[in-house]
């Protein structure tokens, strides 16, 4: 039983499309993740949400809007989208507040690989 | 702000060979330390972690990991590479106080010969 999905697995869209990418952790977790991976393999956060609340918005384009239904839910929606936007995008999930360090632990979903063409 | 640098971008050992990747970070109290693995086409693994204690930290696979207040670093190490553990593997920090968001080195290829 996958502990951090995420759906779809690959994308192929044409410029100036909408899509989603959605993510589901069945850990109980009260923090989920969004991470930009960029052809350089290199990893950064995008969004930090805690409890369905925003808690993390790095400098990412607003054409980027993560949503939070739940706290086991955590999905991520791309507007007109960019060639620049071709990347893996990672969901992840942990424990988040007052469960020590093993709160801290990030889970990570298979990663959804955007491109766009 | 924190930083991780992994100055080894790509690795090449011989199968049953030591192995030792290196990491430094930059933050000024202990932060929480990482490695993740990450083989082709997949997410990211959890390997071993540091929050406090024992610097030493034994993780899955095999793996273990030092850290080194001194060097601030957090080198990750294995005895004997087996084929299957050619992958990508990230170092990262967790430091920023109620920031809980990790920050990532760029990684370090391994290749594993025969």
């Known amino acids: 039983d996958t502990a951090v999905s995420q759906t779809p697995k690959y994308l192929v869209t044409q410029m100036g499309n909408d899509k989603s990418i959605k993510c589901e952790q069945n850990l109980g977790h009260d923090t989920m993740y969004w991470y930009k991976q960029d052809s350089k393999k290199f990893l950064k956060i995008m969004f930090s949400y805690n409890n369905k609340e925003l808690i993390i918005n790095e400098t990412v384009p607003n054409r980027f809007s993560p949503k939070s239904p739940d706290k086991a839910h955590l999905n991520l929606h791309i507007n007109s989208l960019e060639l620049g936007d071709s990347a893996v995008y990672f969901c992840?999930?942990?424990?988040?507040?007052?469960?020590?360090?093993?709160?801290?632990?990030?889970?990570f979903g298979a990663g959804t690989r955007l491109s766009v063409l | 702000a924190q930083s991780v640098t992994q100055p080894d971008i790509h690795i090449t050992v011989s199968e049953g060979a030591s192995l030792e990747l290196r990491c430094n970070y930059s933050y000024g109290a202990t932060p929480y330390l990482f490695w993740y693995v990450q083989s082709p086409g997949q997410g990211l693994q959890l390997l071993l972690k540091y929050f406090s204690g024992d610097t030493l930290v034994q993780g899955i696979k095999g793996f273990e990991a030092e850290f080194k207040r001194s060097q601030s670093s957090f080198n990750l190490r294995k005895p004997s590479v087996h084929w299957s553990d050619a992958a990508e593997y990230f170092c990262a920090v967790e430091g920023d106080t109620g920031r809980r968001a990790l920050t990532f080195g760029s990684g370090t290829r391994l290749q594993v010969q025969p």
């Open positions: 992840a999930s942990s424990q988040g507040v007052g469960w020590g360090g093993e709160g801290h632990i990030q889970y």
